[in-house]
């Protein structure tokens, strides 16, 4: 990557202890990295720690809708929900974005 390609990095968190992680390091990306796209695909057991515990970043949250409707759960207007987070996930590899599970 040159110095001068954006940073575009999707981290994977599909249990509440990869959440904790991928925030921690989606906050420390940011500091050093402001104009960085990130997004934080969250599923499993990951999207009912994600609803319980809201974070200052969550707007770069998307959580997977086949757990929220697999567990009778509803996201609130101020977090994204994708299809289903493998699909999201291998098309933004497709798209060039770097994957990192937390």
């Given at each position: 990557m040159s110095a001068t390609a954006?940073?575009?990095?999707l981290i994977h968190a599909p249990t509440p202890g990869a959440l904790e992680r991928a925030r921690r390091n989606l906050a420390n990306l940011l500091k050093v990295a402001p104009d960085a796209e990130v997004e934080l695909v969250a599923n499993a057991t990951a999207v009912a720690a994600a609803l319980e515990h809201p974070h200052p970043l969550d707007a770069h949250l998307r959580l997977c809708r086949n757990t929220l409707e697999n567990n009778a759960l509803t996201a609130p207007p101020h977090i994204a929900a994708v299809p289903a987070a493998v699909l999201y996930i291998?098309?933004?590899?497709?798209?060039g974005w770097a994957y990192m599970r937390a």
């Open positions: 954006p940073v575009r990095l291998a098309q933004r590899q497709a798209q």
